[in-house]
C-alpha cells in the first residue's frame, strides 16, 4: 500500500498544522506493507522529514491560495492516480480538497469549519470544501468538539474518527527552573516573571486584542512585575495588536517575539508563570496542552474544544469579558493551591497525548478503509 501525504497548505511548518504534519510524519509506524510519499512544494522537500527518510514529490506551483484550490480541483486526482497512490491523506482539508476522488481520500480537519466559514463568507469556496469532505472517504478530526461542528454542517458522523493530537514529550515536559531574573531562549533573553501566549495572529477570534485588554486591567490593578510574552509570525491581525498594545498603560511590559523557533517552546513555556489562552473557537488548543506538560498552569478560554482537551485541568473565562479575564489572570498568578493542582493534573492528563498513538491510529484507520 502507498500512501500520498499532501503537505500544501501547511505554511512550511509555520503554523500548526505544519507542526502537526512534521510531528505526525516523524512518528509514522514503519510496516512492511505500507509506503509514505510527502508531495507538496519543492522547498518543503526537507521541511516534514528530517527524522524519517521519506520520499517527497515536487509539484510545481505558485505558492498562492487560488493556485493551490485550483489545482486540487483540477489535477490532485491525476496526480494521485500517476504517482500510484492508494489512498491520500489531505492536512489542510479544510482550505483545499478535491471536489471528487479517484484514489480514496482521507481529510484531515482541525478548523471549527462553521466559524471560519462565518468569517470568510465565501460561499463558493464553502461549498466546494463542503462536496469535497462529503466524498473524502473519511474525515479525521483531533477532537469531538470538531466532530460535532462537521455533523452541524450536515456531514455523515458514521465517517468521522477522532483522533487525537499528540505532543512532543521530549520538547515539552517540566524543565530544570533557574533562579536567574532572566530567561535565554535564543535568539531572545525574557525578564521574568512573565506570561505566555503562543498562536498565530491570524484571526480576531484569537482575541489577542482582549488579552492586552485583560493583561492592562490587570497590572493596573495588581501593579504585578509580569510581562506577557505573545509569539507567533505576521498575519492579518498583527497591525491591529501593534495598536493596541500602543494604547495599553503596560505597554512596555507587552513583549511580541514574532515567529519563536519550535525547539525552544519547552524552555520558553517552563520558565513562564502561565500559559493564556483566549482563543475562541479552537479545535486542538495544541499549545495548551504542550503548556500543561511543561508544568505550568493554564487559564483559557471556555470556548471550542478547550475544555474537552484540557480535561477541565485549567481556569476558564470568557474573552469578551474584559473583568472576567483580568481576574482569571489574576487568580492563575496568585492562587497557590489552584496553580499547584492545575500543575500536577495537567502533567498527569496530558500523558496520554502521545504522537506514536496518533500515527499508528491514523494510518490503521487508512487501512481499515480501503
Not at 107 to 113: E, H, P, T
Request: net charge neutral; proline share 5%; charged share 20%.
Amino acid at each position: 500500500m502507498k500512501i500520498g501525504i499532501d503537505t500544501f497548505g501547511c505554511k512550511h511548518g509555520r503554523s500548526g498544522l505544519g507542526s502537526y504534519l512534521y510531528s505526525l510524519c516523524s512518528h509514522l509506524p514503519e510496516h512492511l506493507e505500507v509506503d509514505y510519499e510527502l508531495f507538496g512544494a519543492g522547498v518543503d522537500r526537507y521541511t516534514y522529514s528530517s527524522e524519517k527518510d521519506i520520499p517527497f514529490k515536487t509539484v510545481p506551483l505558485m505558492d498562492n491560495k487560488a493556485s493551490l484550490r485550483l489545482w486540487h480541483v483540477m489535477c490532485a486526482n491525476r496526480f494521485a492516480l500517476k504517482q500510484k497512490y492508494d489512498a491520500v491523506l489531505y492536512i489542510s482539508a479544510a482550505h483545499m480538497i478535491p471536489h471528487s476522488f479517484s484514489v480514496p481520500g482521507i481529510a484531515m480537519v482541525n478548523d471549527c469549519l462553521s466559524a471560519a466559514f462565518m468569517a470568510k463568507k465565501n460561499f463558493i469556496h464553502q461549498k466546494h470544501i463542503l462536496q469535497g469532505l462529503k466524498n473524502a472517504l473519511k474525515i479525521i478530526t483531533p477532537s469531538q468538539f470538531v466532530c460535532n461542528d462537521l455533523k452541524n454542517l450536515g456531514l455523515d458522523t458514521s465517517k468521522i474518527e477522532v483522533i487525537h493530537t499528540g505532543i512532543n514529550h521530549s520538547h515539552f515536559y517540566p524543565h530544570p527552573i533557574s533562579e536567574s531574573d532572566t530567561v535565554n531562549v535564543k535568539p531572545f533573553a525574557i525578564k521574568r516573571p512573565y506570561l505566555i501566549y503562543a498562536t498565530r495572529m491570524n484571526s480576531p477570534h484569537k482575541k489577542h486584542v482582549e488579552l492586552i485588554r485583560a493583561f492592562t486591567a490587570f497590572k493596573e490593578k495588581t501593579h504585578f512585575p509580569h510581562r506577557l510574552v505573545i509569539t507567533g509570525g505576521d498575519d492579518i491581525c498583527t497591525s491591529a495588536i501593534q495598536e493596541e498594545i500602543k494604547k495599553s498603560s503596560a505597554m512596555s511590559d507587552i513583549f511580541m517575539t514574532g515567529f519563536f523557533p519550535p525547539e525552544g517552546f519547552g524552555d520558553l513555556y517552563s520558565a513562564s508563570d502561565a500559559c493564556i489562552f483566549p482563543s475562541v473557537n479552537e479545535g486542538v488548543g495544541l499549545p495548551v496542552l504542550e503548556a500543561m506538560a511543561t508544568g505550568i498552569p493554564v487559564a483559557c478560554a471556555d470556548s471550542g474544544a478547550l475544555r474537552e482537551i484540557t480535561g477541565g485541568n485549567a481556569v476558564f473565562f470568557d474573552p469578551d469579558n474584559i473583568d472576567n479575564f483580568a481576574d482569571s489572570i489574576e487568580r492563575i498568578v496568585t492562587e497557590r493551591e489552584t496553580r499547584e493542582k492545575l500543575i500536577a493534573c495537567g502533567i498527569e492528563w496530558t500523558r496520554q497525548f502521545q504522537w506514536a498513538k496518533t500515527a499508528e491510529r491514523t494510518v490503521q484507520i487508512i487501512k481499515d478503509s480501503l
